[in-house]
């Protein structure tokens, strides 16, 4: 069996059990909160996407792979993260700006996410030694893709209102 299809398979299972897991017990509870306190730890999930920059650790990736696409791929997870990060002060501050930024992250790390791809097929990367970020990409990427898609739902059918709502009582 070829790496891709090792990923694609482990990938596809832990999706599978992280949705699981979020459909049957995360979501049912995030539910009955308001917006603020269910995208909170949502994006306090995607903090962690500074893990990217071990891509840039001398060692741990195969030395052939390009060091402009690390690098790429580093920095726009770092990116994501940051922007999460600002978002949920944001929100827990209860600031106007908090729902702009949290589509401001959304914009960012959904294109992250789709440039990772891209990069990753065009260099054939998981033919690579790719060290630990094999495990980020099986156990953390479905993880935020979920939160990612939570997020959105709760922008789109509640976001607005939940949060002005909180913001007239604070």
């Not at 791809?117 to 060290?131: K, Q, S």
């Amino acid at each position: 069996m070829n790496n891709w299809i090792i990923l694609g398979v482990q990938s596809t299972i832990g999706l599978i059990v992280y949705a699981l897991v979020f459909f049957w017990y995360v979501q049912p509870a995030l539910s009955k909160l308001s917006f603020e306190r269910a995208v909170a730890p949502m994006l306090l999930l995607h903090v962690f996407r500074f893990t990217g920059l071990t891509l840039l650790v001398i060692g741990q990736v195969d030395p052939s792979v390009p060091q402009a696409a690390l690098s790429a791929i580093a920095y726009g997870d770092l990116l994501a993260g940051m922007s999460a990060l600002l978002a949920v002060l944001a929100l827990r501050g209860r600031s106007a700006l908090a729902v702009p930024l949290i589509w401001l992250f959304t914009i960012i790390g959904f294109a992250d996410l789709v440039n990772v791809g891209r990069i990753a097929v065009n260099l054939d990367l998981f033919n690579h030694a790719v060290g630990v970020m094999w495990l980020v990409a099986i156990w953390y990427f479905p993880t935020i893709l979920i939160a990612h898609v939570y997020i959105v739902y709760r922008l789109i059918n509640k976001g607005n209102s939940d949060l002005k709502t909180s913001a007239t009582r604070a």
